[in-house]
């Protein structure tokens, strides 16, 4: 079994920023990729950021030049959001993929309003 656990969503301006992490217990192996989603109502979740085990990075564009993702190791990913906007208004979901396998957190809300 493998658990996600996302932290780091809230409230914030227009303009300001947030981090969220996502830590990965259970089963974990080495090689994996993470990532991170995001939805809101009425709508498909979609991809924010990846990160492989190299550290290689994709990014949507609509987050091109403002999010950064990041990880520590094979079980805790980051991602910097600066420059938010109510557009970025979600609830963020971690992922982890492995071994053929798709795992998702609980997810973390974030709002971003003035």
């Known amino acids: 079994q493998v658990q996600l656990v996302e932290s780091g969503g809230g409230l914030v301006q227009p303009g300001g920023s947030l981090r969220l992490s996502c830590t990965a217990s259970?089963?974990?192996?080495?090689?994996?990729?993470m990532a991170w989603y995001r939805q809101v109502p009425g709508k498909e979740r979609e991809l924010v950021a990846l990160?492989?085990?190299?550290?290689?990075t994709n990014y949507a564009e609509f987050v091109k030049g403002r999010f950064i993702i990041s990880r520590d190791n094979a079980k805790t990913v980051h991602l910097q959001m600066n420059s938010l906007n109510a557009d970025d208004t979600a609830v963020y979901y971690c992922?982890?993929?492995?071994?053929?396998?798709?795992?998702w957190g609980q997810g973390t809300q974030v709002t971003v309003s003035s």
């Open positions: 992922a982890l993929a492995q071994r053929g396998s798709l795992y």
């Open positions: 259970g089963s974990i192996f080495s090689f994996n990729d």
């Open positions: 990160i492989n085990t190299y550290r290689l």
